[in-house]
């Protein structure tokens, strides 16, 4: 004891005592370099775009209802991206669909009390020629003319059950529509008259019904 005392030197302290105080900082700073960094380590903002790896927000990582209207890129949701049935009647807006968007051939019949169905129409010059780009069904061929005024369809594909006609602005003053009469057979006669109650040629717009 008296040996170690004899050897115990104030610059021997010091110097032992600087040794534990820095082996004893070196292992608190080791001790703080192993803790995660927590989110109240994080300041506000401090991550930013640029720090996201791609593709490291996948959709779990998304609270419900965060990603808003205001947020979606103009033309960012195309038609691939939409389940099937997934746009109902109740998403469309009043007048959306318009008739070119419309199939004819997936439409089924009008309901009606006698179950007509208008399957054929047609825009009938006065001198009986039909209008091809605004009619369907009908040809100047299933057009005959059989007096002044008379107009005979006969549709080849169907025999009608009745029509409705309509004459052209500034044409007739009006138009009667018949099954027969000077035509023959099922033919649908359209008489268009003048204001005076006249036969008289005019064009007209007439629709078939089956």
Do not use: W
């Not at 302290?13 to 082996?23: D, N, P, Y």
């Not at 746009?87 to 007509?116: H, I, Q, R």
Request: hydrophobic content about 40%; aromatic content about 4%; overall charge positive.
């Amino acid at each position: 004891m008296k040996k170690l005392r004899s050897h115990l030197t104030y610059a021997n302290v010091m110097s032992s005592l600087a040794i534990f105080l820095l082996l004893g900082g070196a292992g608190a700073i080791a001790a703080k370099k192993t803790q995660k960094i927590g989110t109240t380590q994080i300041k506000a903002s401090a991550v930013t775009t640029a720090k996201i790896k791609n593709g490291a927000v996948d959709n779990a990582k998304l609270k419900d209802g965060s990603v808003s209207t205001g947020k979606l890129l103009d033309g960012s949701v195309t038609g691939g991206k939409l389940a099937d049935g997934s746009v109902s009647t109740g998403k469309l807006v009043g007048d959306a669909v318009t008739g070119d968007k419309v199939n004819e051939a997936s439409l089924g019949e009008v309901p009606s009390a006698t179950s007509a169905n208008p399957v054929a129409f047609a825009h009938v010059q006065s001198n009986g020629v039909v209008d091809a780009a605004n009619s369907k069904g009908v040809t100047s061929v299933n057009v005959t003319k059989g007096g002044t005024g008379i107009y005979c369809i006969s549709p080849a594909s169907f025999s009608p059950r009745g029509a409705q006609a309509t004459p052209q602005v500034g044409g007739a003053a009006s138009a009667q529509v018949g099954i027969g009469g000077s035509c023959f057979g099922s033919a649908i006669q359209v008489t268009t008259l003048n204001a005076a109650g006249t036969a008289a040629d005019s064009g007209f717009f007439v629709e078939l019904y089956r």
